[in-house]
């Protein structure tokens, strides 16, 4: 990770690289890349080998042991512990959400991580990570397609620590979004290939332990997958659903109980700007507008914003939004 300094002496000097006489592309230096993702906004950078993800293959095999009705989701997941082979090396960085303003009508309702989505093509996180792979592509690193763990990455590169809830905390706290790219290009690395958990949580302190609604949190760095909110507003066919629903509040669409009852997280919500299109499009979020929503307003208001959900979710939306009216009538 950057210190300041180094951070202020390399943003004003990072320049878009050129091709020699001969065709090659001048090495591009690690050092480059952080100044460029931290030029752009990101809060921290680091770079690691692409090894194989042992210890989240071990987390995986542990997870489906302890909670064999949700194996189904975790098995799918394996495929992340395996980059590319052509993969040499991958990039991570965080960035921080913590400055924008949650819509009060939407406090409780749809998590922030949802809200505040850099992927959306009109928002600054969007065209910074536009740039950021230009800027690594126009100096010859090749960027190739994969996914991978990310908090594990992020934590190996030195950007954060894994809280009891599974969140990725850096700075910032745990409101972070994590970009990772997989790259064919040798650069010069972070931390090891050897992950070690370093937790910075209190000992004592199991608040997103106990507080989780559903019960999903149920021990240091585990998770029922099936039994998480996020998991249960987005499945048509859960069968923890019915059993839960009564326990699931208020959210429509994912949940941030177990951040916001963290004492690392308190005071690091700013809320000092809005989020782009939000304020003026919040009123069609709220559990009464999406019970009662028409089929042409979903398609044209929510569903663009929720880019990831299928355009045929309508019926899970309403069911939610029920789910959450019928729960603030208890």
Not at 80 to 90: E, F, G, R
Not at 127 to 147: C, H, M, Q, Y
Not at 285 to 293: C, G, I, K, L
């Amino acid at each position: 990770m950057l210190t300041q300094d180094r951070r202020d002496a390399h943003c004003a000097s990072v320049q878009t690289k050129q091709k020699s006489t001969d065709g090659q592309w001048p090495p591009l230096q690690s050092n480059d890349i952080k100044a460029k993702a931290i030029q752009l906004g990101y809060e921290s950078c680091g770079i690691i080998p692409a090894a194989e993800f042992c210890e989240y293959k071990n987390a995986l095999d542990g997870r489906i042991a302890s909670f064999p009705n949700s194996a189904g989701m975790y098995k799918k997941m394996y495929s992340l512990a395996d980059p590319p082979k052509d993969a040499k090396s991958i990039i991570v960085c965080a960035r921080s959400y913590t400055r924008y303003k949650i819509p009060e009508k939407l406090k409780g309702k749809i998590a922030k991580f949802y809200l505040f989505d850099g992927r959306l093509d009109f928002t600054r996180e969007y065209r910074a990570r536009t740039e950021f792979v230009e800027f690594l592509t126009s100096n010859g690193i090749n960027i190739i397609p994969g996914g991978i763990p990310q908090r594990l990455a992020a934590v190996k590169a030195g950007l954060g620590f894994l809280g009891r809830n599974n969140f990725l905390y850096t700075d910032s706290g745990s409101y972070v979004y994590i970009d990772t790219w997989l790259t064919d290009a040798e650069l010069e690395y972070d931390g090891t290939p050897q992950y070690t958990q370093k937790c910075l949580c209190n000992d004592n302190c199991r608040r997103c332990i106990d507080a989780c609604p559903t019960g999903a949190l149920s021990g240091d760095f585990s998770m029922d997958r099936g039994k998480c909110i996020p998991a249960l507003c987005v499945s048509a066919s859960n069968p923890n659903y019915e059993e839960l629903q009564g326990k699931m509040g208020t959210w429509i669409y994912g949940c941030d109980v177990c951040q916001d009852i963290c004492p690392m997280n308190a005071g690091k919500m700013k809320e000092t700007e809005n989020f782009p299109r939000l304020p003026e499009t919040a009123e069609y979020f709220t559990p009464e507008a999406v019970a009662e929503m028409d089929e042409e307003t979903f398609l044209n208001v929510v569903q663009p914003r929720f880019w990831y959900i299928d355009k045929d979710g309508l019926w899970i939306w309403k069911r939610n939004a029920r789910r959450a009216m019928e729960n603030r009538r208890r």
